[in-house]
Structure formats: structure tokens, C-alpha cells
């Protein structure tokens, strides 16, 4: 009862002509339903894709998604499409040291992408959807004859061998030995794409936008629980853009949390050492025991709130757990204030295994968060956020 | 408090480019098994594993770090108290090898003068997309003095015996035995392989005996 309640609290809400983003976010802190969609929509909301007034929404999605597909074709640059008669003395080439050569920001780009394909091969390992094909792939991407696949830019190539049996004159067999890739994230066939080749171009388009930052393992661990959302939405109007949407709810995502990713900024005042400092401050104050074990055992929240803090969780839980999470830190008015209560509950809630652990069970313990309601953790967050007021 | 249930406690790193299978070496190490899907790892993982050599029950407390540049301050914070380091590189990927000498620096720079290397080459059960010769990770580890290996965390190749030979370097060390005998064992390695080739063998028999190549 109390559930299909609050979820006609929540169909309210949106269908208001002007939602408020303060009751919003008062609404969607304990959770949002997984029905019709609403998490999918009130995410675009809450990280500022969509404005309040719903009137101006078509107009945005239209003007974005627009944008996106142009980013997608200036961006994913195709050198040598434009040489004439292949002459390449007076042009570009692939050996050009111009620093504008289109071959040069080529090669370049590929380092990039190289990374990025090593990491979204390895995304959510435990379930298939990643695997799986997109009902709306990139047309002219997908049709290219794979010239145009990200992935293709990096594949490791070796040269083909083949057995030749003589026999008496002539050549009679010539076998070439070929190895099936046995791979689960194997690309498609033409006109199909996997759900991790959309992932790739929204991060490879994230690098190339965001030059001074680039890309950073992590990342694709952030896209991805958003990209999952967007995909799956039941309203195929939503899900048709789920790629462009995602891109831009992540790279508003991106703007909060991105000092976690740059190493130059790891002392200042949002970078994660501040945040880690942060953590154990809280955690001092609420439990000084486990705060004097870990002292004493040297046990440094470099073992393990980095991750959790970096990934905002998202490596410690199953999905449907980090997709309930991040509807509270997504609702946080301090974002991310409530993620260091979160860290430090988890850590609290722990804390019988803690004090009776030697130094390695407990990072062990630390790394591979044991299996648990996560409304406990979020509850004892809420809990330890509060005590601070006094 | 816990029980003490070992001997000594020796704490070990994995250090490498991003992909070159740390992590898969480590969980067959610790696990005995293979899986492809993992997760790529973010600032620093662990394991520890108990095992038995001469006598004695060493704990090894192995971290794992994560390859690319942005973790580097958090990780090399771990090279100091290592005793023992493994610098993984990919024989299918040559990028990850040249920048063995970059991984080497790093340790100069981080961790403790006396630190025990050892330079594995991953992934060797992938021959056909080799890249990188095994004669050239050979080269590079006699260079430094450095043990070198050519390993397979799929089919299980040279695993566990890169552990245990690191782990009784650092044991020789531990007990007071004299030092610097890592360039000896390179070179003796080599100069079997040497022999063997000598002696009418091809490169293909030397390869299977030192477990690099399914027998033909």
C-alpha cells in the first residue's frame, strides 16, 4: 500500500506543469519507483538535463539530441574520406606532423579509445544487458561496413597465416586457420550494435569534449547504471534517445564529480582526498572505536573509500542497489554530502567484523562490501547526517 | 584478536598497463580460476594467500593496483612497504612492454631500495597474437637483474611458480642470505635456454619445456 502510494505521490508531482525541483528531490531522496520510467525521467530532472517547467521540455530535447548527432558526426573523425584521387602530397596524410592534420587528431583520438574499449568490454560483468544489441543503433555507424566502429580503430590486427599443403604440383589446400572469437562482448554484425558500443561513443564523445580531462577508468562505471536507466525506460519516445540523454545527464553528472577524477586536483577542497578526510571525520565523531582500530591498524580510506567514493558506490553493489543509491545522492540538496554518510554507515554497520578483524580480513571486508538490504545503509546514513546537527 | 596462523607476512604489488591481466593473474593465483569478466580495478584491490615454502607458512598480502596514470599517486603510496613487486606486461600488446621501463622507474622512484622484481610476461597462451618476443623480455629483465617470466592466467602457466620464486627471493633475503644473486639466476636461465637451442633443439622444444606452448 504504502508503495503504490507514494508512487501516485510521484505521478503528482510530474504531472504538475512546473515540478519543483526542491519537492522533487524531497520525493525521490527515499527512492523512486521502478515503474513506467519515473527513475529515468526524474534523473534528467535531478541532474538539471530537463528544466522545471515541462512546457520548454520538447524544445531542449529536441535542441540536444540535435546537437548530439552532430557531435557524433564532426566528432568521430574519418580521415582520408575527403582525399581526392588519393593524392596525398599536397593534403593530409597519415605521416602529416601538422598539428591540425585530421590523421594526426586520428592517431591521437586512438589513445584514447584504446582505454576506453579495454574498460567497457568490462562493465557490469555479471549481467548480460550490456551485451546485448540496442533496438536503435547509430545508423551510419553500423552500416559502414565496420569502417566507421569505434572499436575497429583499435582492434589488434595480425597478419592472416595459412597451411599450404603441396601435393604433387600445384597447390591443392590452403587452410586458413581462423579463431572464433568466443568473446561475450564481441561486436555485432552489420546494422547491429551492443549496448557497450553505445557506451564507448558517449565516452570517446566525453573525451573529446572535456580535452583537458579526457577519460578515466571510472568513468564507464558512471555512465553506465545511467545509460542502463535511459535504455530500458518502457516510454519508447525516451528510450529511442537514450544515448543522447545519457550523455548530457553525464556530463552534468561529470561537471559535480569530476575533481575525483583528476589527480591534480586530489588536495582541493572537492577533490577525493577532502573527500576521504571528510569520511573519517564522520566517522571519529560517530564511532571513535572503529576510528582508534583503524588507526592503530594504519588502515588508510585510500583501501577503500576511494573506489566508493570515485565510482560513487557503484562497484560495492549490485545494480538495482546502486540505481536506489543514487536516487538519494541524486536528491542530496548538498550534493555529495550524503555520500560521505553513506560511506561511513557502511562502515559503522560493519562495525562488529571491524574491531574483531586483523588488518587484511578487514580491508578484505572493506573491498567486498557483504551482501545486505540496502535501506539499512541508507537509513543509518540518514541517521548519522542528522546527529551532526547538534 | 585474531590467531596468529603464520610464520612470516610478506606484501607483494602488481604493478603493470591498464588490461595486461594483473588482476586475472592475481585471481588465479589466489583462486585457481580463470574468468574474463572483470571489472576494470579502481585505486587499489587485494588478496592474501598462505602458502608453504621450506618449512615455513608465509601469508603473502598481494595488492593489486589499477594501471592507468590517474591512480598513480594513490598506488605508488603501496611501494614502499612491498617487499616483493611483479611488473606484468602483455606479450600481445607492445605498448605495455615499452613502458616496462617507465613501471622500472617508478619503482626506483617509490619503493624500497632492496625490493625483489620480477617482470612477468602475460597472456602467452595467446601466441598468435604475440608481439613481443619472449628473447626481449629475457633482455630487459637481464639488463636490470630481474627475474623474468612468461606467464598464462587462462591456461594456467607459470602462475603459481612466479609467486613462490618471488616469494623465496624475499625469504633468502629475510633469512640473512647474501644479496644480488637475482642477475645469476637470469643469466643461468638464459644461458640454458642457450644450450638446449645449442644442442639441437629448436626454439619450439624450449618453449614447451618452459610451459609457453601446449606441446606440438
Request: aromatic content about 10%; glycine content about 4%.
Amino acid at each position: 500500500m504504502a508503495y503504490k502510494a507514494r508512487i501516485k505521490e510521484f505521478d503528482a508531482l510530474l504531472a504538475q506543469d512546473v515540478i519543483r525541483l526542491s519537492s522533487l528531490k524531497k520525493l525521490a531522496f527515499h527512492g523512486i519507483p521502478d515503474e513506467q520510467g519515473k527513475r529515468a525521467l526524474c534523473w534528467r530532472l535531478l541532474l538539471g538535463y530537463l528544466p522545471e517547467e515541462k512546457e520548454i521540455w520538447s524544445t531542449i530535447l529536441r535542441e540536444k539530441r540535435l546537437l548530439y548527432k552532430q557531435f557524433i558526426e564532426e566528432m568521430i573523425v574519418m580521415p582520408g574520406e575527403n582525399e581526392i584521387n588519393g593524392d596525398v602530397t599536397t593534403g593530409d596524410h597519415p605521416l602529416s606532423i601538422n598539428p591540425d592534420s585530421r590523421w594526426s587528431t586520428f592517431f591521437r583520438d586512438n589513445e584514447v579509445l584504446l582505454q576506453i574499449d579495454k574498460d567497457v568490454r568490462r562493465l557490469c560483468p555479471d549481467i548480460s544487458f550490456f551485451q546485448q544489441p540496442t533496438e536503435f543503433p547509430c545508423e551510419e555507424i553500423v552500416n559502414s561496413n565496420n569502417v566507421k566502429r569505434l572499436h575497429t580503430r583499435v582492434q589488434r590486427r595480425v597478419l592472416n597465416c595459412a597451411n599450404v599443403e603441396r601435393r604433387g604440383l600445384g597447390i591443392t589446400k590452403i587452410e586458413l586457420s581462423k579463431k572464433k572469437a568466443s568473446e561475450d562482448y564481441a561486436p555485432m554484425e552489420e546494422g547491429k550494435e551492443a549496448h557497450w558500443e553505445v557506451v564507448e561513443r558517449i565516452l570517446f564523445l566525453y573525451a573529446k569534449l572535456n580535452p583537458g580531462q579526457g577519460y578515466v577508468q571510472g568513468m564507464n562505471e558512471i555512465i553506465g547504471p545511467i545509460y542502463h536507466a535511459f535504455a530500458l525506460d518502457p516510454n519508447i519516445n525516451f528510450r529511442e534517445y537514450a544515448e543522447a540523454d545519457s550523455f548530457f545527464c553525464f556530463t552534468n553528472l561529470m561537471s559535480e564529480i569530476r575533481d575525483f577524477f583528476i589527480k591534480s586536483l586530489d588536495e582541493t577542497d572537492h577533490g577525493i582526498n577532502t573527500m576521504m578526510s571528510t569520511l573519517l571525520t564522520h566517522l571519529k565523531f560517530n564511532d571513535l572505536d572503529i576510528w582508534l582500530k583503524f588507526q592503530q591498524q594504519d588502515l588508510k580510506p585510500q583501501y577503500y573509500a576511494f573506489r566508493w567514493i570515485t565510482l560513487l558506490l557503484s562497484q560495492e553493489f549490485p545494480l538495482p542497489d546502486v540505481l536506489r543509491i543514487w536516487d538519494s545522492l541524486f536528491s542530496d540538496e548538498h550534493r555529495f554530502d550524503f555520500l560521505s554518510y553513506v560511506c561511513c554507515a557502511m562502515i559503522v554497520i560493519l562495525k562488529n567484523h571491524l574491531l574483531d578483524g586483523d588488518f587484511s580480513s578487514n580491508i578484505k571486508l572493506l573491498q567486498n562490501f557483504p551482501p545486505m538490504d540496502v535501506q539499512i545503509i541508507l537509513s543509518k546514513a540518514v541517521e548519522l547526517s542528522k546527529r551532526k546537527l547538534f | 584478536m585474531a590467531k596468529k596462523t603464520y610464520d612470516l607476512l610478506f606484501k607483494l604489488l602488481l604493478i603493470g598497463d591498464s588490461g595486461v591481466g594483473k588482476t586475472c593473474i592475481l585471481f588465479r593465483f589466489s583462486d585457481d580460476a580463470f574468468t574474463t569478466t572483470f571489472i576494470s580495478t579502481i585505486g587499489i584491490d587485494f588478496k592474501i594467500k598462505t602458502i608453504e615454502l621450506r618449512g615455513k607458512k608465509i601469508k603473502l598480502q598481494i595488492w593489486d593496483t589499477a594501471g592507468q596514470e590517474r591512480f598513480h599517486t594513490i598506488t605508488t603510496s603501496y611501494y614502499r612497504g612491498a617487499m616483493g613487486i611483479m611488473l606484468v606486461y602483455d606479450i600481445t600488446t607492445e605498448k605495455s612492454f615499452e613502458n616496462i621501463v617507465k613501471w622500472l622507474r617508478n619503482i626506483d622512484e617509490h619503493a624500497n631500495e632492496d625490493v625483489e622484481k620480477m617482470i612477468l610476461g602475460n597472456k602467452c597462451d595467446m601466441d598468435d597474437k604475440r608481439t613481443v618476443k619472449k628473447e626481449r623480455g629475457e633482455l630487459i629483465a637481464k639488463e636490470h637483474g630481474i627475474r623474468f617470466m612468461e606467464t598464462s592466467a587462462k591456461s594456467n602457466i607459470n602462475i603459481d611458480r612466479a609467486f613462490r620464486e618471488l616469494a623465496e627471493a624475499i625469504l633468502d633475503k629475510t633469512a640473512g642470505r647474501e644479496p644480488g644473486d637475482s642477475v645469476d639466476r637470469v643469466m643461468k636461465i638464459t644461458l640454458e635456454s642457450a644450450n638446449r637451442i645449442s644442442g639441437n633443439m629448436s626454439v619450439q622444444s624450449v618453449l614447451t619445456q618452459n610451459k609457453c606452448l601446449p606441446p606440438s
